[in-house]
């Protein structure tokens, strides 16, 4: 599914493309394990109880749980870009909760899903986005949407709290 | 650290928050003299000035404790200025009781003042694809309030709380906001128009987010002896704490992309905001209990609601209960905002903890006016930022 659209700026290594499947990459400290996102761009490992000073890419879950979710419906200033000759388009963001790695990751939501079709608990898919720079070159990130079908999806928003191992009970 | 660690709180001055437009350094000067006088001193006394910076007014603005300095005419006096995002004046303030404590001075003035520009935030210029700050904004259009957004939907999935709950704080924050001189915006408001205002980050409106202010705020601090000989030791900063969060971090935190993953590391059992005004307890030997009035950083009115329950005003999911029992208004048993705040004055970063200061000190000093919570001595304020910046202070009476 390559298409051969660039990384967007700063996020060479934060994703991967091909046969096996759009996925984010972690980085993976090579002494404890504890992943990173984004890797992370300066040598160690996040956890200060790790000596480690190596990190290696590692595919995240390409799914997990909506942690939260909102909308931007005030076009945000620089260095957001603004293709030429275009309206700002207003659009939704996602906070994911990978259940294997614990981690909530942030995303666009992919902009055919309108913010009103979310909910808390959905379970989400990460795919391949594209933004479109100030200078109107297309640019790959990641979005996520909503997953079909909706396995296992908790409808009671304290049995999802409950089940989403959240600290700040 | 015991009572015999605090520093009195001299005197305190703002220059009223507002669209003013005008050099940041002059609200620093205006908010400096108030406090010099309040404190009975003049400003040969000052042994050292704390600035707290602001990144949006270029040089002048890295070094603010030497800009107002200059401003207010060289005197010799060595400066400090620091930045911790909105925990900046916060720093400061510990700057200067550090200083204080260590007997490297007994008069110490600290200085918070913005000129900001209207609308979001925006990251300093540039492209730097290795800053957080940047990336969010680039690749996400995260703004702050994106992220306010997504803390208060999870707020209303965890909690069951609802846009009228919201509304509700922000009715509070604007009636005592009514009776405050410093405050920017002093009408109040009631919950059909917070709720008719246009929608900003679903589910947050725009009268449910802080607006981007000048203002300028500033305290005098000194040494417990000079305050008795001064007769100004009427408050005390009883503890200031600011620490960074314990990895892994669990939430998405601004500007971050993500939170820490948990899947090798055990988090602590207290979220990096509950530490805040957790350790600042522990460091002046009080208890959530004991505490009469707060000033909370309501960046939204969803995030006042998560103060209630971080700083332990009560039991995590009762911070509603508390709000429309009226516990939290001015006439309530721990008023919170009796500023008014954020809400009322807007966000004048590297000023707004030292306004906190501030209004927590005439409030133990009686000296509140209209908006006077009777009886308080023991007050809190807390805050957090980006970068992983917070903080929380205990004042109390002598």
Redesign the interface.
């Known amino acids: 599914m390559t298409d051969g659209i660039p990384a967007a700026p700063g996020t060479d290594g934060w994703f991967r493309e091909g046969p096996d499947g759009f996925a984010l990459l972690a980085g993976r400290c090579t002494a404890c394990g504890a992943l990173s996102f984004p890797p992370r761009t300066v040598p160690g490992c996040p956890d200060p109880a790790c000596e480690g000073a190596e990190q290696s890419p590692a595919p995240l879950s390409t799914t997990g749980t909506l942690w939260s979710y909102t909308d931007a419906r005030y076009a945000p200033p620089p260095p957001y870009p603004r293709p030429p000759d275009t309206e700002f388009s207003p659009y939704a963001l996602a906070a994911v909760e990978l259940t294997t790695e614990r981690m909530i990751v942030l995303g666009q939501v992919a902009p055919d899903v309108p913010a009103e079709t979310l909910r808390v608990g959905m379970i989400m898919e990460v795919t391949p986005g594209t933004l479109v720079s100030s200078a109107g070159v297309e640019e790959r990130v990641w979005n996520w949407r909503p997953a079909e079908p909706q396995d296992g999806l908790s409808t009671n928003d304290a049995e999802y709290s409950a089940s989403s191992g959240e600290v700040q009970a | 650290m015991s009572r015999s660690d605090s520093v009195a709180v001299a005197g305190v001055g703002m220059h009223p928050w507002g669209a003013w437009g005008k050099p940041f350094v002059e609200y620093g000067m205006v908010a400096a003299r108030a406090a010099l006088a309040d404190a009975g001193l003049g400003w040969r006394d000052v042994q050292l000035v704390v600035g707290g910076e602001t990144i949006r007014n270029g040089y002048p603005g890295f070094v603010a404790g030497s800009a107002l300095s200059q401003a207010l005419g060289w005197h010799g006096a060595p400066v400090a200025s620091c930045y911790a995002a909105c925990a900046t004046g916060a720093q400061a303030m510990a700057t200067a009781r550090a200083h204080i404590l260590a007997g490297l001075a007994d008069v110490v003035l600290v200085v918070g003042a913005d000129t900001t520009p209207k ?2 935030f ?2 300093v210029g540039g ?1 730097r ?2 800053d957080p700050d ?10 702050n309030p ?1 992220y306010f ?6 707020r ?3 909690r ?1 709380s609802t846009e009228a709950d919201f509304a509700a704080v922000k009715v509070k924050n604007a009636r005592a906001g009514s009776l405050n001189p410093n405050a920017r915006f002093r009408a109040e408001v009631d919950a059909e128009t917070v709720l008719n205002s ?7 409106r725009l009268l449910q987010i802080c607006a981007t202010s000048d203002g300028g705020a500033a305290v005098v601090l000194t040494s417990e002896e000079y305050a008795r000989r001064l007769n100004k030791d009427a408050v005390r900063i009883r503890a200031i704490a600011a620490p960074t969060p314990t ?2 971090r ?3 935190d601004f500007p971050y ?9 055990v ?1 602590a059992a207290r ?1 990096f905001r ?1 530490s805040l005004a957790h350790t600042a307890y522990e460091a002046a030997g009080l208890a959530p209990e004991d505490v009469d009035v707060a000033e909370v950083y309501d960046l939204t009115t969803a995030m006042e609601l998560d103060w209630y329950e971080e700083i332990g005003l009560c039991a ?1 999911g009762e911070a509603e209960k508390l709000l429309h029992e009226g516990a939290t208004a001015l006439g309530g048993r721990v008023p919170v905002n009796p500023s008014g705040g954020l809400s009322s004055f807007g966000e004048a970063i590297p000023a707004q903890a030292i306004a906190q200061v501030c209004e927590l000190t005439w409030q133990l000093r009686g000296d509140a006016g209209a908006r006077q919570v009777h009886g308080a001595r023991v007050g809190v304020a807390v805050n957090q930022g980006l970068f992983g910046h917070g903080s929380a202070i205990v004042v109390g009476r002598a």
């Open positions: 609308g979001f925006a990251p492209d694809p290795d940047w990336l969010r904004f680039r690749l996400l259009g995260a703004t994106a957004g997504l803390y208060a939907r999870r209303m999935a965890l069951g246009p929608m900003v980050s679903d589910p947050l990895y892994p669990t939430v998405p992309l993500a939170s820490d993953s948990m899947a090798t590391a988090p979220s509950e995590p």
